[in-house]
């Protein structure tokens, strides 16, 4: 268990490392970004990006080349139904 500072991880749905100091917690309303200097005994929020669109549901964090994707998950239609955008 890590003690997490600044912030919550609560609703994150997933971990993407940015670096082995730094990782994306993609959750909703926004991904955070957590960082820790003493090998994950401790960790602090220090960052956090959202759509900025509250409708559009945060499911996933990509890094690509230092770049942080976001992969939103969007209900419409009937309860069974789901579209990724």
Do not use: C
């Not at 082995?20 to 956090?48: F, H, R």
Request: hydrophobic share 40%.
């Amino acid at each position: 268990v890590i003690k997490v500072t600044n912030g919550t991880l609560r609703f994150g749905d997933g971990l993407e490392f940015l670096s082995p100091t730094k990782i994306v917690v993609a959750g909703n309303p926004y991904a955070k970004l957590v960082e820790s200097s003493d090998g994950w005994q401790t960790a602090s929020v220090t960052g956090w990006f959202g759509s900025g669109m509250y409708h559009r549901l945060i499911s996933a964090a990509t890094v690509k080349e230092g770049r942080v994707y976001l992969t939103h998950v969007v209900g419409f239609g009937s309860k069974k139904r789901h579209i990724l955008v």
